[in-house]
């Protein structure tokens, strides 16, 4: 894992402070959604973005790692984060405690095994650090085979819309044409933008979720209702141009990740691909990498 040092200048700052800056959203144009995750994306997993992460994120220092049999306040939270992100059998959810269970055990394991770690099975630095790292909300262990397209069987044309309110930047809306025209070569799928967001195939919206860190964005797709999300957090530190420094989230990055879940792709563990869960600071991926192509045309077939 790569943490770049902190080494910007204030001259450095100062340019990048004018780069990343329109997209933040404040309470006076997002008056519906600031409360919280608007209805349409509101489920079990989003609702708990916030609490999970925000005890999460100040809550270990080790010295040593924790493993099975050891009680430490806290790990309860780090059993409700494994699960959210689907390491846990979710029938046995709802009031985790703070004993280190078998169960935690092989979820680490798979956890560590997924991200290249050392398999120890125990919570120790380097797995908290990589459960620390900025990612993507959409769990990484699903049943992948059972992706079913979310349109109408036999449509080739799919629209998508920016929630309006979210009043974006031409900045933003011409990475968001990037990001559709790239997934649409690979898919061979029509996919142009529409102005009624709540006619739209794939809704666009920056909502608030966690707070600076935690989870950047995600996917949601709607089979009965026929409509796919792609959530982004408002208050995030996005760069919507150039490089992004640490604690910063590159835009074109996280948006070419969200937009192949809509699409039907899962994670990958291919540290290059875009879909990829965790959000690498010093890493821009706004190709789809050989790992991303081969998956979508497995699905879509060669285009
Ligand atoms: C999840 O838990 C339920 C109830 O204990 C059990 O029946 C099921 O087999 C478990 N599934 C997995 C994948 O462990
Ligand atoms: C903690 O939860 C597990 C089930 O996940 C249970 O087996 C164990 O007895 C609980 N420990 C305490 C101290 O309640
Ligand atoms: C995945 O889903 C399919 C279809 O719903 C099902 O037949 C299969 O058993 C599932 N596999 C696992 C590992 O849960
Ligand atoms: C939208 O942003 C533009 C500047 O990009 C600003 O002039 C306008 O007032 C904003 N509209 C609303 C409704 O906030
Ligand atoms: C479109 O896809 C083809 C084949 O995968 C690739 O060679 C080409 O570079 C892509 N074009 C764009 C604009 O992404
Ligand atoms: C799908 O969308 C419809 C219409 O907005 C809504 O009533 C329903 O609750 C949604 N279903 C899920 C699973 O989110
Ligand atoms: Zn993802």
């Not at 309860?76 to 494994?82: C, G, N, P, R, T």
């Not at 125990?122 to 990589?130: A, E, I, P, V």
């Not at 799919?158 to 044409?177: E, Q």
Request: with cysteine; proline share 3%.
């Amino acid at each position: 894992m790569r943490l770049r040092a902190v080494t910007s200048s204030t001259f450095l700052l100062i340019i990048l402070s004018s780069l990343f800056v329109d997209v933040s959203v404040s309470a006076s144009f997002l008056p519906a959604l600031i409360k919280g995750i608007p209805l349409w994306l509101k489920n079990s997993r989003t609702s708990k973005f916030s609490s999970v992460w925000n005890k999460l994120k100040s809550l270990f220092t080790f010295k040593k790692g924790l493993k099975l049999g050891d009680v430490y306040k806290g790990l309860s939270e780090v059993k409700e984060y494994l699960d959210i992100f689907g390491y846990l059998n979710s029938t046995l959810n709802s009031n985790f405690n703070d004993t280190f269970t078998l169960e935690l055990q092989s979820a680490i394991k798979q956890y560590q095994k997924n991200f290249n770690l050392q398999v120890t099975g125990q919570l120790d630095q380097d797995t908290y650090s990589m459960i620390s790292q900025p990612r993507c909300g959409v769990p990484d262990v699903v049943n992948t085979t059972s992706f079913t397209r979310w349109w109408k069987p036999g449509r080739r044309e799919l629209t998508y819309a920016i929630h309006p309110r979210n009043n974006v930047s031409n900045g933003v809306k011409v990475l968001l044409r990037d990001v559709f025209a790239r997934w649409s070569n690979a898919t061979s799928l029509g996919l142009a933008e529409t102005a009624s967001f709540d006619g739209a195939d794939v809704r666009v919206a920056f909502v608030v979720l966690d707070g600076e860190g935690g989870t950047v964005g995600g996917a949601e797709t709607n089979y009965s209702a026929r409509f796919g999300s792609v959530y982004l957090d408002s208050e995030e530190k996005w760069v919507v141009k150039g490089e992004s420094d640490e604690g910063e989230v590159d835009l074109e990055s996280v948006l070419m990740h969200v937009v192949g879940h809509v699409l039907g792709l899962g994670h990958s563990f291919v540290e290059e691909a875009v879909m990829y869960p965790i959000v690498l600071p010093d890493k821009k991926k706004t190709k789809l990498a050989y790992d991303d192509l081969l998956r979508i045309h497995r699905i879509y077939g060669e285009t």
